[in-house]
Structures are given as structure tokens and as C-alpha cells.
T-cell receptor
Framework: RKEVEQDPGPFNVPEGATVAFNCTYS??????FFWYRQDCRKEPKLLMS???SGNEDGRFTAQLNRASQYISLLIRDSKLSDSATYLC????????????FGSGTRLSIRP | DAGVTQSPTHLIKTRGQQVTLRCSPK?????VSWYQQALGQGPQFIFQ???????QRGNFPDRFSGHQFPNYSSELNVNALLLGDSALYLC??????????????FGPGTRLTVL
């Protein structure tokens, strides 16, 4: 089993729709969680950090569920410009710290 | 405010050769991490440098080595190249070394093709 797993998609949704992705992780000692966005042939860019209390940034909402070991990303009122690959990142800080990216979920917004 | 820069942007090598990739971190950052991203996959963590030392390492063989300079810039060296080393190599900079929750900023990457 992979340490961080994401549904690869692609998710193909109409403009204006709400879409949600999940990312599961296997290490219960994981401490920091992030969502990155990666456009085709570009570098990943931080979308948002994920906090235990949940956090929102405009149309984007991130949630962390430690009991079930997953994080989620919700995009409301999706725009054509939201089309990208969304990568979750799980970090564990210890004597053998790990920074693990999921394989990414592809999202395509259609007009 | 200069972001993370990487050179070269593209590189073509043959099997068995050696390659050196370079990275300059974002202004004010002291930590550099290197990742390998194969097509259709997420970035895989290679190692992280802080205070000129390798602080963390992912599951990569010793053919992958690195260095950090006093100005915080970094190099990634790969020896005895294999076809499977063909990938996008990403450098990310942050502040505070291993254990920090600070955001990582990525450079545009170096696309390595091994023939």
C-alpha cells in the first residue's frame, strides 16, 4: 500500500460545479499536510496548508480527518482556470523525516 | 524577490554518464530539497540540504548525491545514469531545515532525458 494515495481521476466537471478530492495517508504520526496545484509541464505551487480545524481560502476548503487518516479539498463554483493536477503532501517530522507527495488528481473543468 | 531558479532547463544524456543539476533557493531561504518527478507521478523526495549537510533522504540509491554551498545554492549529482532516471527534477526551497513546517517553493525544474 502506498503511504499517500489519491484518486488519479481525471475528474471532468462543468464550470460552476463543486468538486471534492480525498487523499489518504498510512502513517498516523504524520504532522503536516498540504495541497499543491501543478499545471501541465509546470512546477507544483502551494495551494493551501491543511489544519486540524479545517481552513478555507475563497472557493477552496481543506479538511483533515486524523481518525480516518485522510485530507480533503473542496472546490466550489469551479472555474476553467482550476483545471490542473492537485497533489496532496504529507510530512512526518522525526529522526527519519519524510515528505511524501501523492500521485495527484487530475481535474478538468469544461465550459 | 528572486524565486527558486534551476539550471539547465533541459538536458539529454546517455546511459552511464554523469549529470549535475543546479538550484538557487528563493531569497532568504536556507533549505533546499530535491525531488524526482516521473511522467504522471507525484514528486518523489530525494534529499534535503540544510547548513551544507544532507539532513533527510528518501529511497534513492547512492548514485544520487548532492551538495549545498555557503550561499545556500545546491547541486544534485547523478552518476551512472539509467534510462529510468529520465524525469523532471525539481528543487524546492524553504526556511529552517528539516522539521520545519515552512512552505516549500518549487523551481521550474530540469527535464532530464537519458537515451
Amino acid at each position: 500500500r502506498k503511504e499517500v494515495e489519491q484518486d488519479p481521476g481525471p475528474f471532468n466537471v462543468p464550470e460552476g460545479a463543486t468538486v471534492a478530492f480525498n487523499c489518504t495517508y498510512s502513517n498516523s504520526a504524520s504532522q503536516s499536510f498540504f495541497w499543491y496545484r501543478q499545471d501541465c509541464r509546470k512546477e507544483p505551487k502551494l495551494l493551501m496548508s491543511v489544519y486540524s480545524s479545517g481552513n478555507e481560502d475563497g472557493r477552496f476548503t481543506a479538511q483533515l480527518n486524523r481518525a480516518s487518516q485522510y485530507i480533503s479539498l473542496l472546490i466550489r463554483d469551479s472555474k476553467l482556470s482550476d483545471s490542473a493536477t492537485y497533489l496532496c503532501v504529507v510530512t512526518t517530522y522525526s529522526s527519519a523525516s519524510k515528505i511524501i507527495f501523492g500521485s495527484g488528481t487530475r481535474l478538468s473543468i469544461r465550459p | 524577490d528572486a524565486g527558486v531558479t534551476q539550471s539547465p532547463t533541459h538536458l539529454i544524456k546517455t546511459r552511464g554518464q554523469q549529470v549535475t543539476l543546479r538550484c538557487s533557493p528563493k531569497s532568504g531561504h536556507d533549505t533546499v530539497s530535491w525531488y524526482q518527478q516521473a511522467l504522471g507521478q507525484g514528486p518523489q523526495f530525494i534529499f534535503q540540504y540544510y547548513e551544507e549537510e544532507e539532513r533527510q533522504r528518501g529511497n534513492f540509491p547512492d548514485r544520487f548525491s548532492g551538495h549545498q554551498f555557503p550561499n545556500y545554492s545546491s547541486e544534485l549529482n547523478v552518476n551512472a545514469l539509467l534510462l529510468g532516471d529520465s524525469a523532471l527534477y525539481l528543487c524546492a526551497s524553504s526556511l529552517g531545515g528539516g522539521g520545519s513546517t515552512d512552505t516549500q517553493y518549487f523551481g521550474p525544474g530540469t527535464r532530464l532525458t537519458v537515451l
